[in-house]
């Protein structure tokens, strides 16, 4: 099992370009999650889904938006970057709520916007 | 709103001593996960700690909670090289999503 993957794992965008993050996951999880990392802060919840065709918002959900399409893929896309955006965004997985599922985790996408 | 505070932020110690991390949080919660990060790799689930008085131990480390007093932490007994990472605790929150703690960055010295 390959876990949780992330696409792309580097990005370098100017301000005002868009772009989408992929994470997948192959453990049949129902609920999956996009955070931000910021030096000196603990990873912040930007939007998250409960289950395929479901998104909601999380604690900095502004100037992104998401899909859950399908089961296994959460997207997040960036439609209007700003440097504000520059962060390592990982995306997490779970059987079932926070309250008793561990959170599994992908690799990081590290974004620098210009 | 839920508030999650870890001290000490950065610790610097010498292998074979002991020494606490402390996760102190704002509002009730009765459920508190510990997470290990290794410089520029992802997170790795430690402990989840699900009722007041829990302990978990896997090898020297050892993560409790007192919900009472709003706090947990981890202990680290006889500190080898290979446990220097930052460490999170993580709580759950009333809208049963985790809110983290800032970390801890723990460099261990031989």
């Known amino acids: 099992n390959a876990g949780v993957t992330q696409t792309p794992k580097f990005r370098v965008l100017k301000t005002g370009q868009s772009m989408t993050l992929l994470c997948a996951q192959d453990m049949n999880h129902e609920y999956m999650y996009w955070y931000r990392q910021d030096p000196g802060m603990g990873l912040r919840l930007i939007h998250y889904?409960?289950?395929?065709?479901?998104?909601a918002k999380g604690e900095v959900p502004d100037g992104y938006n998401v899909s859950r399409l399908k089961k296994q893929n959460f997207l997040l896309g960036l439609e209007s970057a700003a440097p504000s955006q520059t962060s390592v965004y990982f995306c997490?997985?779970?059987?079932?709520?926070?309250?008793?599922?561990?959170?599994?985790f992908g690799p990081g996408t590290r974004l620098t916007v210009l | 709103e839920l508030k999650v505070e870890q001290n000490p932020l950065f610790l610097s110690m010498q292998e074979g001593k002991n020494y606490t991390i402390y996760c102190n949080y704002s509002?009730?919660?009765?459920?508190l996960y510990w997470y290990r990060q290794d410089p520029g790799k992802s997170l790795e689930s430690l402990f989840v700690?699900?009722?007041n008085g829990a302990v978990k131990q896997e090898g020297r480390l050892m993560a409790s909670l007192d919900t009472k007093a709003r706090l947990s932490t981890l202990h680290i007994t006889a500190a080898v090289h290979d446990l220097s990472a930052t460490y999170f605790c993580a709580v759950v929150d009333s809208n049963y999503q985790l809110i983290w703690g800032a970390g801890t960055k723990l460099i261990i010295k031989p």
């Open positions: 509002t009730t919660s009765d459920r």
């Open positions: 997490a997985s779970s059987s079932g709520p926070p309250s008793y599922n561990e959170q599994f």
């Open positions: 700690l699900l009722s």
């Open positions: 889904s409960v289950g395929e065709g479901t998104t």
